[in-house]
């Protein structure tokens, strides 16, 4: 399975966005980012399942649900993910682009069960 990847959306700023960090799942302190912990801007209003993985710098938009064993993996780029999207259990979502190249996902998708093995 490939993804399109577009340059040219752009994503409104949002102020109601959030941002925290984890390391091995574990809660740090937004300014104590270091090469072992990941950044991830996440809104208020969007859900991810603590038992999903989320590896880089990642973005999730409003009203989107990461459930749990979903893993979105920023391995050679920032994922953007759009809002109202349903990422579903075992579901893999990996930026693999060249360049580090930012991998953009629009709004209203479902990623369903295993999709991206």
Excluded: W
């Amino acid at each position: 399975m490939s993804f399109l990847v577009t340059k040219d959306i752009k994503f409104p700023e949002r102020s109601d966005l959030v941002s925290s960090s984890r390391k091995h799942g574990k809660q740090t302190d937004d300014n104590q980012i270091d090469q072992n912990c990941y950044r991830f801007t996440i809104a208020s209003d969007a859900v991810v399942c603590k038992e999903a993985i989320l590896e880089g710098e990642i973005t999730i938009g409003s009203g989107t649900v990461v459930h749990p064993t979903a893993v979105i993996r920023a391995t050679n780029g920032p994922i953007i993910i759009g809002e109202n999207n349903n990422i579903e259990e075992t579901s893999v979502i990996e930026n693999l682009n060249e360049n580090g190249e930012t991998l953009l996902i629009g709004r209203d998708n479902v990623f369903e069960i295993g999709s991206g093995e």
